[in-house]
């Protein structure tokens, strides 16, 4: 019996969409999130982002966001 050998691209393409169709995109991307390592470094953006913020205004805006209606 010989079977045909398919690229590693297209046995990729084929897992995606099955699991498009069996588990929609939302998990999906849930899924595939878990194997990717990310990028940059979050510490030196986070102290870019917050230089500015005392505890007290982090903390407001974190409750803030926890209080506002979630747009679905």
């Known amino acids: 019996m010989i079977v045909e050998t398919k690229s590693l691209v297209e046995v990729s393409q084929e897992a995606i969409r099955l699991l498009y169709r069996e588990l929609g995109v939302v998990d999906t991307v849930r899924f595939l999130s878990q194997f990717t390592v990310g990028y940059g470094n979050y510490t030196e953006e986070r102290e870019h982002l917050f ?17 506002a209606p979630r747009a679905e």
Do not use: E, V
Not at 53 to 67: G, H, P
């Open 51 to 67: 230089a500015d913020l005392t505890l007290d205004q982090t903390i407001a805006a974190i409750k803030a966001t926890k209080a």
